[in-house]
Nanobody
Framework: QVQLVESGGGSVQAGGSLRLSCAASGRTSEMYVRGWFRQAPGKEREFVAAITWSGDNTYSDSAKGRFTVSRDNAKNTVYLQMNTLKPEDTAVYYC????????????????WGQGTQVTVSS
């Protein structure tokens, strides 16, 4: 039983930055990989980044070099620092938990937040 709540979304101009947070509560586990996903209008939800308890992480090609995922285990919170944002980054961003590796498919994440909107204007 894990509840996830995202925050930090909003509107920003191209080239700007946003920092998303995802706080977890309930029966969290050190084994739970924490992931970030996004879904743009008319598109399927896609992977953005993931991180393990120990800090191992991975990124999608679009996020690599611009986004940074981090984790504060004491606060049960993960973050996604997004820099050099582009209009194509516009999407609802979701926090997820429950996978066992950073390369796990979406179906292996069984806890999901409600999503937070990120809008990047040109």
């Amino acid at each position: 039983q894990v509840q996830l709540v995202e925050s930090g979304g909003g509107s920003v101009q191209a080239g700007g930055s946003l920092r998303l947070s995802c706080a977890a509560s309930g029966r969290t586990s050190e084994m739970y990989v924490r992931g970030w996903f996004r879904q743009a209008p008319g598109k399927e939800r896609e992977f953005v980044a993931a991180i393990t308890w120990s800090g191992d992480n991975t990124y999608s090609d679009s996020a690599k070099g611009r986004f940074t995922v981090s984790r504060d285990n004491a606060k049960n919170t993960v973050y996604l620092q997004m820099n050099t944002l582009k209009p194509e980054d516009t999407a609802v961003y979701y926090c997820a938990a429950g996978a066992t590796t950073v390369r796990a498919p979406q179906r292996e994440y069984y806890y999901w937040g409600q999503g937070t909107q990120v809008t990047v204007s040109s």
